[in-house]
């Protein structure tokens, strides 16, 4: 529209992020224009990754893109040659609703008190902003049962390589937090490739089932209770390393082997007699 009215809005992220669908909601009842660019730095700026044009919105529309858009900055340009109202002006353009989403799973758009989206099995897990700090929104999971451990999986496409990253809060944690990545062999049947945790005293420690045993990985109170770890799993199916900020703690093979390629990840409390467990998860990814 050359005779349109246009506006800007940039978003600032706190770190760079992997966009893979954006909802916009540009101008109610009256047509518009978006178009949307990313940036790693705020100067330099992509083509634009959205281009939506001649939108009417009474609600949120989603773009998907076909491959991740990696983002520390958002661009948004709206355009309109609609009227305004009259209080406003003789020309404006409209941005009511702006969503960005990414292969890091936040919890910012799932209801409160509800099973976050997309996970299965979900026992005793539930999105939460209590008690989360800087985190917004948050997992919580809280083994309050001695008969069950408070788990819940999620199930992604088949990879060979695969990597774990999350934010951990433990709030209580009497008898330990488990994290996996499972996998599958030849046959399709399933394969707990990595079996780790977080044990009461903050260590990080790996599971061989085999000699049904665990290692601890780094000195205990690495992770404590109280505060905020980020651990990260790089994984194969002939091994892994993990990490807890940047500092990287050992390399492992398998703990169960046979997996010729990686499906998911599993979060619980310890056990099924152990009760007490409470911890928050926050920006999961499973790349």
């Known amino acids: 529209m050359s005779d349109a009215a246009e506006g800007t809005l940039t978003v600032h992220l706190e770190r760079e992020y992997d966009l893979t669908r954006v909802g916009l909601s540009i101008r109610r009842d009256f047509p518009g224009d978006a178009r949307v660019y990313v940036s790693a730095d705020g100067e330099s700026w992509s083509e634009a990754i959205v281009a939506a044009e001649g939108r009417t919105h009474r609600a949120i529309e989603y773009f998907v893109l076909a491959q ?40 910012e758009n799932d209801p409160i008190g509800n099973a976050p989206r997309g996970y299965q099995q979900v026992t005793s897990s539930w999105v939460t902003d209590y008690e989360t700090g800087t985190m917004g929104r948050a997992l919580r999971i809280v083994d309050d ?45 399933p394969v707990t490739s990595y079996h780790l945790a977080v044990f009461p005293d903050g260590s990080v420690q790996h599971y061989d089932f085999a000699a049904e045993k665990w290692t601890p990985l780094a000195e205990a109170g690495l992770v404590p209770v109280g505060s905020v770890s980020r651990i990260r799993v790089e994984a194969s199916v002939t091994e892994a390393t993990i ?6 703690l050992a390399t492992v093979t398998p703990s169960a082997p046979g997996a010729t390629a990686l499906t998911a990840h599993l979060f619980s409390s310890s056990g099924t007699a152990a009760v007490g467990d409470q911890v928050l998860i926050d920006d999961v990814g499973f790349q």
């Open 243 to 248: 990490f807890v900020g940047d500092e990287k």
């Open 68 to 107: 991740p858009a990696r983002a520390r900055h958002v661009k948004v340009v709206v355009s309109s040659a609609a009227p305004c109202d009259e209080e406003i002006g003789g020309a404006c353009a409209f941005l009511n609703e702006l969503e960005l989403y990414s292969t890091i799973d936040s919890f």
């Open 145 to 189: 049962a001695d008969d069950q451990q408070a788990t819940l999986r999620w199930n992604g496409a088949p990879r060979t390589e695969r990597v774990l990253a999350f934010a951990l809060l433990p709030l209580e944690l009497p008898g330990g937090f488990l994290f996996d990545i499972e996998g599958v062999d030849d046959a399709d049947a």
